[in-house]
């Protein structure tokens, strides 16, 4: 499966975003799907998952702000990004595996499909 994110931006603190993740192939109902970020001179890190039934997970520094959603008629995954932080400036990725189990979907290293990231600024 191929990833393509998009979405991100120049935002305020405060202010909302949502970023897409269009993903090619007939089969991906069968991925799960992650959000991870990296911010410079950070790690990457997990930001939020939702499984091939739906069920999603979110960061704790996310949890509440974030929504995470997937239309697998459209062959696409959203992150809703309401009250947004400083903070959350980062290069935004998209991920996906067939293979992932519940313990490890926070893991970067589990993950065999990436797509390119967005940019996230947010700053006032």
């Known amino acids: 499966v191929q990833l393509q994110a998009c979405g991100g931006g120049l935002v305020q603190p405060g202010d909302s975003l949502r970023l897409s993740c269009a993903a090619s192939g007939r089969t991906f109902s069968r991925y799960t799907i992650s959000w991870f970020r990296q911010a410079p001179g950070k790690e990457r890190e997990f930001v939020a998952c939702a499984s091939v039934r739906g069920t999603t997970y979110y960061a704790d520094s996310v949890k509440g702000r974030f929504t995470m959603s997937r239309d697998n008629a459209k062959n696409t995954v959203y992150l809703q990004m309401n009250s947004l932080k400083p903070e959350d400036t980062a290069v935004y990725y998209c991920?996906?595996?067939?293979?992932?189990?519940?313990?490890?979907?926070?893991?970067?290293?589990?993950?065999?499909?990436w797509g390119q990231g967005t940019l996230v600024t947010v700053s006032s």
């Open positions: 991920a996906g595996d067939r293979e992932i189990i519940l313990p490890s979907i926070r893991s970067s290293d589990q993950y065999l499909y």
